[in-house]
Nanobody, 123 residues
Framework: QVELVESGGGSVQAGGSLRLSCAAY????????MGWFRQAPGKEREGVAT???????SYADSVKGRFTISQNNAKTTLYLQMNSLKPEDTAMYYC?????????????????WGQGTQVTVSS
């Protein structure tokens, strides 16, 4: 059974940094795409950063140059380093995984989801 557990969210002032982690359990890690998504109140869920099964990385334009996605060597943990945070980054952040090759930033490409971790950035 696939399980994704996020951690590392919190409250920070604008310009600050946070590092999110996602521990993955229950699947063949090397063949899965993984990613980070976020959803602010009243808005649709959007892709933030993803790594597909071949290692190709995609970033949303809004976070390029500020956020970095990475995995440990065993691909059992996914990270999102978030620097220069802005109030508009405030959202619930979700980790996602999928056995497909799609990757990309569309939530519809991912079938497994964590419970989310809240990130709040104050001005």
């Amino acid at each position: 059974q696939v399980e994704l557990v996020e951690s590392g969210g919190g409250s920070v002032q604008a310009g600050g940094s946070l590092r999110l982690s996602c521990a993955a359990y229950g699947y063949s890690y090397s063949s899965y795409s993984m990613g980070w998504f976020r959803q602010a109140p009243g808005k649709e869920r959007e892709g933030v950063a993803t790594i597909d099964s071949s290692g190709t990385i995609s970033y949303a334009d809004s976070v390029k140059g500020r956020f970095t996605i990475s995995q440990n060597n065993a691909k059992t943990t996914l990270y999102l380093q978030m620097n220069s945070l802005k109030p508009e980054d405030t959202a619930m952040y979700y980790c996602a995984a999928d056995p497909g090759d799609g990757g990309g930033l569309s939530p519809s490409n991912f079938g497994y989801w964590g419970q989310g971790t809240q990130v709040t950035v104050s001005s």
